[in-house]
Each structure stands twice: as C-alpha cells, then as structure tokens.
C-alpha cells in the first residue's frame, strides 16, 4: 500500500504493486491479520480495516490524477469463527474399512466404496451439525462438478463455524477462523464496494 502512495501515480505507468491503465489502478495487497473473537469478527478487526483504508485514501487523494482513478474494495470470501466446542471427528462414526481416502478441510471429502456410501451418508446426516451429499448430488448453487477422480464421491460440509476432522484420535481446533461453509450463510459472504469515473452514482 505505501509503495503504491509513494509512486504518486501518473497515467499510463507501470511500478512495483501498481498497474496503471486508462486512469485505473490494480493494486493487490496482503491480507491483514483479523484476530478473532468467539462469535465473529473482534470490533478491533474492523478498525484494523477502516484505519488502513482510511490512511490509504487520506494519502492517495494527493495523487494529480486522483479524480482518474477507479477504486475497488473487496474479498474474495468470508470467514466465520471456529471453537474447540465445536467439533467433529468423523472416524469413529464410519466404518473405516469402507473408506478409501479423505480430502480434509471445509467442505470435507470422503471417498468410500460404493456399497458404503448409502450408509455413511445416512450417519453423517443423523450426527448432525453438517450437510452430506453424494457428489453428483450436490446442489447446483455450489458449482461442483462430477470428476471421478478430482472430487470424492462424498461431500460434506460442516455447519458454519464447525469443524470436521477425520482422525484416530481427537485433534485440537488450531485454526480460529475460516471459510468454505455454506454459501447462503451470510459470513461467507464479502464486501464490494466500488468508486471512480468508470461506476454509475447512486446504483
């Protein structure tokens, strides 16, 4: 950010973090570090947030070419806290001689044999806190596909804020937030907000 302050910008120029083009500005930026709080993002994540894009904007407002630029402020996620209290370890639920491998993380993967797979189904569904779906049963608004190979014949997806593991013994919730819950789910939702010549006033 302070790289792309320190450039002053001009049209048509290119520099380390900055890509002028036509009066815009592409500028990719690390993520910064939210600390979480037991339900949702702390009140000192959003000042975090606000302090930064303010200092950004109070400094990039001195650019001779401020009125050309075309802002954009996003994610590419949400993110939802995660608890000890709230966890899952699906091995000790399944017959673990019918599962061929896992793909760990949210949503999770189970491939297991085809014989199994009625049945597995129906224990996920019963514990529980998640939602479980043959792969090519998977509801459209997910935009999964049917590879053989690529996806596990099994997907689930911990309700927001759980976390699923597949493991022969309990493992500690390390992580304390992230994402790929339900897409409905408001916390996986993200901010857009735009600014600049090129977006309509008011829309």
């Not at 570090?33 to 975090?48: K, L």
């Not at 370890?89 to 199994?116: A, F, S, W």
């Not at 806190?129 to 596990?152: N, V």
Request: net charge positive; aromatic share 10%; hydrophobic share 35%.
């Amino acid at each position: 950010m302070n790289a792309v302050i320190k450039e002053n910008p001009i049209p048509d120029r290119s520099s380390s973090g900055l890509v002028v083009n036509n009066g815009s500005i592409a500028f990719v930026t690390s993520s910064i570090p939210f600390p979480w709080s037991s339900t949702s993002i702390s009140n000192v994540s959003s000042q975090v947030v606000h302090s930064v894009l303010r200092y950004f904007f109070r400094e990039i407002r001195r650019s001779p070419v401020f009125e050309r630029i075309n802002f954009i402020v996003t994610a590419d996620h949400g993110m939802a806290a995660l608890s000890p209290e709230r966890y899952i370890n699906l091995m000790p639920l399944l017959d673990t001689t019918q599962v061929i491998r896992t793909v760990p993380g949210t949503p999770c993967g189970l491939e297991v044999k085809e014989e199994y797979a009625d049945t597995a189904l129906r224990i996920l569904r019963r514990t529980g806190h998640m939602k479980a779906w043959r792969r090519e049963q998977m509801p459209r608004r997910f935009h999964y596909g049917t590879h053989p190979t690529r996806l596990t014949n099994i997907i689930v997806i911990p309700e927001t804020g759980w976390t699923l593991d597949y493991a022969a013994e309990a493992r500690p919730v390390r992580k304390r937030g992230t994402h790929g819950f339900d897409n409905r789910d408001r916390d996986m939702h993200m901010v857009f907000y735009a600014s600049g010549p090129a977006f309509r006033k008011g829309y």
